[in-house]
């Protein structure tokens, strides 16, 4: 697909992008194909506990959660219902029942491999409470990622910059031409935050650099895709 950008002002003027009967090029897809896609409702190999687990209670389950007062009763998906938590309340419990306590608990997905895949995304869905309770702001839920089999592990969740601990991650977008590099979109709109948040990082998550650049305020941010032709293009869904 060849495309080009075409703007009119009030008083006449015309811009155009690229310039000189230029044009840009994008692929486009006719399928997609899923390596993974989990819902937990059967055995799928991700697997609970890691050297240095220390907690209890609040281990990590797979089963469905009954919701107390801190948790939400229903998981994400629309048929079925288990999911991985950590700890299972009783309806209508207190706050801090079964909670994580004492230490960490760690839940690893199986590894998933991305070589030849083209245009790869990673995306996952979490609800996470960490203001509720008689210790509120007192756990922290740390996400990483491992390209060495889980040899070494880079945290990917801590490190963006301004930002809560239960903002939702939209898309996770990949690079089509740089290793190490992926985009982040976030969605804080629970928080009445409608403004836009993307995010790139060049080391696999270890940092991450605000490009939300002069986005207007209000329009939100739910994907982000690079060109899959020029890397000094990037579209983003508001």
């Given at each position: ?7 009119d ?8 992008d ?13 399928s ?5 896609s ?21 281990i ?38 079964n909670?994580?306590?004492?230490g ?12 030849g ?12 409470s960490?203001?509720?309770g ?5 756990d ?17 969740g ?28 976030l969605d ?11 995010y790139v ?8 650099t605000?490009?939300?650049?002069n ?17 000094n293009l ?5």
């Amino acid at each position: 697909m060849s495309y080009y950008f075409s703007a009119d002002s009030s008083t006449g003027l015309t811009w155009i992008d690229p310039p000189n009967g230029e044009s840009y090029s994008a692929s486009v897809a006719l399928s997609v194909t899923s390596i993974a896609s989990e819902d937990f409702e059967t055995s799928s190999g991700w697997s609970v506990g890691a050297p240095g687990d220390d907690a209890s209670p609040g281990i990590w389950i797979q089963a469905n959660p009954l919701g107390p007062a801190a948790q939400p009763e229903d998981d994400h998906t629309v048929a079925g219902a288990l999911c991985f938590f950590t700890g299972q309340g009783s309806p209508g419990g207190s706050t801090g029942e079964n909670d994580v306590d004492g230490g960490k608990t760690t839940l690893t997905t199986p590894s998933y491999n991305l070589v030849g895949l083209s245009d790869p995304r990673i995306s996952y869905w979490r609800w996470y409470s960490n203001s509720a309770g008689p210790s509120p702001e007192a756990d922290i839920f740390l996400v990483d990622i491992s390209s060495n089999g889980g040899a070494t592990w880079t945290n990917v969740g801590e490190n963006l910059p301004g930002v809560n601990n239960e903002v939702w991650v939209n898309r996770i977008e990949p690079s089509h031409h740089a290793a190490c590099t992926a985009y982040v979109v976030l969605d804080n709109h629970r928080f009445d935050d409608m403004d836009p948040h993307v995010y790139v990082t060049r080391d696999m998550g270890a940092t991450f650099t605000d490009v939300t650049g002069n986005l207007p305020g209000g329009i939100g941010s739910y994907v982000v895709v690079e060109d899959p032709v020029n890397p000094n293009l990037l579209f983003l869904g508001t």
